[in-house]
């Protein structure tokens, strides 16, 4: 019997907090789950942008059988809804603010057997860290949990603002809540829950993978520099999925940088206070709101940010800080949680030196293509002329094994057709974006981490089999993996487009091959296992997910 398990029920199990109460799911996925366990107290009231504390303990068996809300947000096409699922609310929900700032909840799911000692998956989800939730069926962990005999934990925390904000007027000399690096601070603290508490429910607190993809990405390479985690071995293994860390000054100019320097979300704090005092009616412009934040003192500016309810302080993001450039919220190099400088740290050797298995989608720039809007280099307008509602609906109503009226030229910006077209074409038009944003980055830490350490691997997913239009506007697109690592293809965003009867065979074989490669790395640290059929070469070398439509086809570039 597992450690912490009772007699009456295999899903009551003892955390340092009190006992939970999960869901006994043999019968149907083989496995057991536990949803919304807290990890530490709401970041609500006077704990807002404050560094996050331990639950407080309770007694009774608490149920952990439904998913806590998702992290307070601006919906966007991922989702959430209404709801708190993918449903088709997310269409009504885009631009509105949904979730909940009480949000600090993780999830479980391990085999539905007795043994112990298990390798833990912690998963952290994208979504620009401005968006995206747990409760995603893409995210289900049950059958990674099932071919991987390993504890899948899959973690929420602070977006937006709410979870990154340098702002003077809320420090107090505290360096971790001065970091402004709350989201960061949020995952280390489910880091630290997962290793005193995850034996009770059959895994390895020493054999800890972090894997994070997109957003999640960013966040899980910056944990082999966070201060708090480069020596504490909080985590063992890392799958950082499509992102990076390099600032500007890492890249060949003409890059995109991952990570922006601190005097940037400096001048987003003060932006936002200040449109927040006007909107009030307390200051009629910047300069007047400035002399008031000067005349009434930093205790009362942090109360007044705190008594501001999530949904004003978000939507004043969207509908005054997007149009002055100062919408992204993203993990701060504050010299003290982060480096100034997380290449550099690597570079020096300043890092947690662990194996490294990262992955990239070959045409990363084909979902992000409303990204080619930043830059007249890249053409300046959105790769799409339809709206995100729109967008939305169109893949919540297609039916991949039916006809459809969609088409390219009805989808993608006129300016970018035809797709085809050299240069200036949505398919060179997104591969320019592929090569200057996401492979810039990801071959920047990748290759200074082989500098460091020879552990390091790295896959291509090149796997296009959608049904038209999909086939060109998804392609082997940024978040396509993820339905094959997690081996999900029923309701979520791109499930519709992906999923058709016609690559069934080769997609679930290919689903197969990148789940056993996780489960290989999460056992021993080193992805190679008997599924590929070939040798999978360490960085700079890159192993090749594809399919045909009846098999994988999995090569060495």
Not at 41 to 52: C, D, T
Not at 92 to 99: D, E
Request: glycine share 8%.
């Amino acid at each position: 019997m597992a450690a912490g398990q009772s007699s009456r029920s295999p899903t009551v199990r003892m955390t340092q907090s009190g006992p939970v109460e999960g869901v006994d799911d043999a019968a149907r996925s083989r496995t057991y789950r536990w949803l919304g366990v807290p990890f530490a107290r709401p970041p609500i009231g006077a704990l807002r942008w404050k560094p996050p504390l331990d639950p407080e303990p309770w007694v009774s068996p608490q149920p952990a059988k439904m998913f806590a809300s998702a992290s307070a947000q601006c919906g966007m096409p991922i989702g959430p809804g209404a709801n708190n699922t993918y449903d088709v609310t997310i269409a009504s929900t885009i631009g509105r603010v949904v979730g909940s700032e009480d949000c600090l909840y993780l999830n479980m799911w391990r085999p539905a057997n007795d043994e112990t000692g298990l390798p833990v998956i912690v998963f952290i989800h994208g979504g620009y860290l401005l968006a995206g939730y747990t409760a995603d069926p893409m995210y289900d962990g049950a059958n990674l949990a099932r071919e991987a005999n390993a504890v899948v934990v899959t973690v929420n925390y602070r977006l937006g603002v709410l979870g990154w904000l340098n702002l003077p007027q809320l420090k107090t000399g505290d360096p971790d809540s001065d970091s402004g690096n709350f989201g960061m601070l949020d995952i280390i603290q489910a880091l630290r829950w997962v290793h005193r508490n995850i034996a009770e429910f059959g895994g390895d607190a020493g054999n800890v993978t972090v894997m994070g993809q997109s957003a999640g990405a960013v966040a899980a390479w910056l944990l082999l520099v966070a201060r708090a985690t480069r020596n504490a071995r909080l985590f063992h293994r890392l799958v950082p999925i499509s992102g990076g860390m390099s600032l500007a000054t890492n890249l060949p100019s003409g890059s995109i940088p991952i990570l922006l320097p601190a005097t940037y979300f400096a001048a987003q704090g003060k932006a936002l206070l200040q449109a927040l005092l006007i909107a009030d009616g307390k200051a009629a412009d910047a300069a007047s709101a400035d002399a008031y934040i000067q005349a009434q003192g930093n205790a009362y500016v942090a109360d007044y940010l705190r008594s501001k309810p999530a949904d004003e302080i978000l939507s004043t993001v969207v509908t005054k800080l997007t149009s002055m450039g100062l919408a992204v919220s993203w993990p701060i190099p504050d010299g003290h949680v982060l480096p100034l400088d997380p290449i550099a740290s690597i570079v020096a050797g300043d890092y947690a030196s662990v194996p490294v298995l990262a992955g990239s989608t070959r045409e990363e720039g084909k979902i992000l293509s409303q990204l080619l809007a930043l830059s007249p280099a890249l053409g300046g307008v959105p790769g799409l002329r339809i709206g995100d509602a729109e967008r939305f609906m169109n893949y919540y109503n297609f039916d991949p094994d039916g006809p459809t009226s969609l088409t390219v030229e009805a989808i993608v910006n006129p300016q970018y057709l035809p797709v085809d077209a050299p240069d200036t074409g949505f398919n060179a038009r997104t591969a320019l974006l592929t090569k200057v944003f996401l492979t810039a980055n990801s071959e920047n830490v990748l290759n200074a981490l082989k500098t460091r350490q020879p552990d390091v691997w790295h896959y291509r997913f090149d796997w296009a089999r959608e049904a038209p239009p999909y086939d060109v506007i998804i392609g082997a697109g940024h978040l396509v993996d993820m339905l094959f690592v997690f081996g999900n293809f029923g309701p979520s965003l791109l499930s519709k487009p992906i999923a058709s009867s016609a690559n069934r065979k080769g997609r679930l074989a290919l689903s197969k091959a990148m789940m056993a490669s996780v489960a290989a790395f999460a056992r021993a640290g080193d992805p190679n296992n008997d599924s590929l059929g070939i040798a999978w070469p360490t960085w700079p070398r890159s192993l090749v997910f594809d399919a045909s439509l009846d098999d994988k086809a999995i090569s060495v570039i």
